[in-house]
């Protein structure tokens, strides 16, 4: 069974911080890259940020840069994005997913990139 298990979720005050973690077993466990999404509410999902699992090769949309930083435990099959400078645009559900296949990582972007997908969790940034 395919599972990708988000956990970290919360309320923040703006500038503040709080790490997202990433639990995957089953096949989700040989997923060669993982990403984070957002949804904020009414609007569409969004890519954040992507990780290859064997070269940890990362990629962030513009609007985190400098502020978030995903990592992976290969040991522990998790990825985590640790988020700082924490803003209220950046109230959102967050989203972790799998890619099966080795893509580029201009195409991390994409959502149809990606096979597994987790719950989501909540993340409110108060102002």
């Known amino acids: 069974q395919v599972q990708l298990v988000e956990s970290g979720g919360g309320l923040v005050q703006t500038g503040g911080s709080l790490r997202l973690s990433c639990a995957a077993s089953?096949?989700?466990?040989?997923?060669?890259?993982m990403g984070w999404f957002r949804q904020p509410p009414g609007k569409e999902r969004e890519f954040v940020s992507g990780?290859?699992?064997?070269?940890?090769?990362?990629e962030y949309a513009d609007s985190v840069k400098g502020r978030f930083t995903i990592s992976r435990d290969n040991l522990k099959n998790t990825v985590y994005l640790e988020m700082n400078s924490l803003k209220p645009e950046d109230t959102a559900v967050y989203y972790c997913?799998?890619?099966?296949?080795?893509?580029?990582?201009?195409?991390?972007?994409?959502?149809?990139?990606?096979?597994?997908w987790g719950q989501g969790t909540q993340v409110t940034v108060s102002s």
């Open positions: 990780i290859r699992w064997s070269s940890g090769v990362t």
């Open positions: 997913a799998g890619a099966a296949r080795k893509a580029f990582v201009s195409s991390w972007y994409r959502a149809s990139v990606y096979d597994y």
């Open positions: 089953g096949r989700a466990v040989g997923s060669s890259a």
